[in-house]
């Protein structure tokens, strides 16, 4: 980890008329973190990552990346900076392959060229298992591919925070655990990571620090299972216990 926040949040609050999804946050990510993040449906986390992101702007609040005060930077210039993210559902360019998808992104997130925007690109391919269908029209994925290829957009912008956005959902077990290999390999070559998630059993096994979202706010956020084993989060998240709940 490195001794600065990479990402820091202060104050940040967002409302759509009398809809809060954001209620004063302050969040610290350090290089290096794994971070999950569960909540109740609505409790703004795709919000969140949107203003960490740029698709959206707080009403009130400053948002610091490495230092650098991002706050009123578009996701373009964001992600040139080095924060990118997936969507709940991929944004693929269907009609291009999946090579093409990537150096795409190279090009226009990582702001590369030439053959160093290629090599990137099949480097990504590699790292998200997805060499063999490379050819391949995104039309013609399904679905575990698909993630995988969102995931690999987002890697071909050269994150040094990668935001995951329900990229497990609809996935098989056996799916989601090789997903899981491919995000532990992602964050064991430094990449800080935040990975929101309904499968609580993948971020369990994979993250260090659990945050619960509700109601725009923050209600639990330390060790994984103590942050699952708390009054609070089983109340408004869980309505059981982690045990219970990681059966269904």
């Given at each position: 980890?490195?001794?600065?926040?990479?990402?820091?949040?202060?104050?940040?609050?967002?409302?759509?008329?009398?809809?809060?999804?954001?209620?004063?946050?302050?969040?610290?990510?350090?290089?290096?973190?794994?971070?999950?993040?569960?909540?109740?449906?609505?409790?703004?986390?795709?919000?969140?990552?949107?203003?960490?992101?740029?698709?959206?702007?707080?009403?009130?609040?400053?948002?610091?990346?490495?230092?650098?005060?991002?706050?009123?930077?578009?996701?373009?210039?964001?992600?040139?900076?080095?924060?990118?993210?997936?969507?709940?559902?991929?944004?693929?360019?269907?009609?291009?392959?999946?090579?093409?998808?990537?150096?795409?992104?190279?090009?226009?997130?990582?702001?590369?060229?030439?053959?160093?925007?290629?090599?990137?690109?099949?480097?990504?391919?590699?790292?998200?298992?997805?060499?063999?269908?490379?050819?391949?029209?995104?039309?013609?994925?399904?679905?575990?591919?698909?993630?995988?290829?969102?995931?690999?957009?987002?890697?071909?912008?050269?994150?040094?925070?990668?935001?995951?956005?329900?990229?497990?959902?609809?996935?098989?077990?056996?799916?989601?655990?090789?997903?899981?290999?491919?995000?532990?390999?992602?964050?064991?070559?430094?990449?800080?990571?935040?990975?929101?998630?309904?499968?609580?059993?993948?971020?369990?096994?994979?993250?260090?620090?659990?945050?619960?979202?509700?109601?725009g706010r923050i209600i639990g956020d330390g060790e994984?299972?103590?942050?699952?084993?708390?009054?609070?989060?089983?109340?408004?998240?869980?309505?059981?216990?982690?045990?219970?709940?990681?059966?269904?």
């Open positions: 980890m490195t001794a600065g926040p990479l990402l820091e949040l202060a104050g940040v609050s967002k409302r759509f008329g009398s809809i809060i999804v954001a209620d004063s946050l302050s969040l610290v990510v350090r290089g290096g973190d794994a971070v999950g993040m569960v909540g109740p449906n609505g409790a703004g986390k795709t919000s969140l990552f949107s203003l960490i992101s740029g698709d959206l702007s707080p009403n009130s609040g400053e948002v610091h990346f490495e230092g650098r005060a991002v706050t009123r930077l578009d996701s373009a210039q964001r992600c040139r900076l080095g924060i990118a993210r997936t969507y709940q559902v991929p944004r693929s360019f269907e009609h291009m392959t999946v090579f093409e998808n990537v150096l795409v992104a190279a090009y226009r997130g990582a702001g590369l060229r030439g053959h160093a925007a290629s090599s990137l690109a099949a480097g990504v391919l590699d790292e998200a298992d997805l060499r063999k269908q490379a050819n391949s029209p995104a039309s013609r994925l399904g679905l575990v591919q698909r993630k995988r290829l969102e995931l690999a957009r987002a890697l071909g912008c050269k994150p040094r925070l990668l935001l995951l956005d329900e990229v497990a959902a609809g996935l098989t077990e056996p799916e989601v655990a090789g997903l899981v290999e491919v995000i532990e390999r992602i964050r064991a070559r430094g990449v800080a990571v935040i990975w929101v998630e309904h499968v609580v059993r993948a971020l369990v096994g994979m993250v260090d620090r659990l945050i619960c979202l509700a109601g994984p299972l103590a942050v699952l084993a708390s009054p609070a989060v089983k109340d408004v998240f869980l309505g059981t216990s982690y045990g219970e709940a990681s059966q269904t």
